[in-house]
């Protein structure tokens, strides 16, 4: 009876330790989101042109994509919804569709999806809290490029039960030239400056206030190829996608509930944190053309995961899950 006693309440210690989060283990991946609408709630492409989509055309409707770098083939393309006051379009059923630049050879509808850029309380930074055209969500879409070359791609809400559509975003899906690193590829290793290179003054690599010094510890060259890294290269304070203070806000929670022996990174994009004073050297050697990238490398060295612009927590601890 008292082995029995005592193993009920080893059973109980450890269904409380595994209730308050008291391992070092990652949380659960969040769950994935659900599309934001379903393939029937918009016009079918049929591989026909831009001018058929009986949807309302104009100025209503701002796309603002945060993804700049494609493929042939599938890609995830994040982007916002804004009204013509700047304010976020929130939690509407959104489709893409893709066609050559003349509008002929319509694609789609591709449904997007909605990724909330939240974090918990003690995570928002005030460089997040304070600028109010900070992200608050963003939607995503995986879809396929048929062709190389310059293209469009269209947004199409459903608002207040009529199709709204954004006007055109030119895409170019470039053949060869210096892309950033891809999925499979070994990560660049570089040297990134950490506060014991800069005398522990963390404003001298970290434009986020307060700045998020755990972040700021290991250098991408001593750690790729031996430990999973995530690597977060943005800057909170010059972002021109507005999206960087939200990204390196959810990298820090992440890191949270991340096992121990992942390393977190965050590398600033401009030399001395001057926008005219150019990119730093490990932005440059990654071949980085817009901010914010973030990526996941698995302890073998090689890309797992990588988020041109915005992303959500859910999505980051998702890649991190398959890298530990």
Known sequence: ???????????????????CGGTDEASAPAPQPELSGKPADFPRARGGTLEEIQAEKGRSLVFRPTVKDLKRGMNRYGFALYDVAGKQVLGAAVALYTARKDGKGLHGPYIARSESLKVSGPFQSRTTASDPSAAKAIYVAEVPFHRWGDQIVVAIARLDGRLVMASPYSADVVRGGAHPPDVGDRAIRVHTRTLADVGG????????????????????????GKRPVVITFATPALCQSRVCGPVVDIVEQAKAHAPRDVAFIHQEIYQD??????????????????????????????IAARFEGAFSLGEL????AKVT
Do not use: C
């Not at 601890?317 to 991190?320: K, T």
């Open 1 to 19: 009876m008292r082995r029995t006693q005592l193993t009920l309440v080893a059973l109980l210690v450890a269904a409380l330790v595994a209730g």
């Open 201 to 224: 003054d963390a404003a001298q690599i970290d434009t986020r206030v307060p700045p998020a010094t755990d972040l700021l510890e290991d250098d991408l060259f001593d750690v790729v």
């Open 273 to 302: 944190n001057v926008v005219k004073r150019g990119i730093q050297g490990p932005v440059a050697a990654w071949r980085l053309q817009t901010e914010p990238w973030t990526y996941v490398i698995s302890r073998s060295g090689r």
């Open 317 to 320: 601890e998702r890649a991190i």
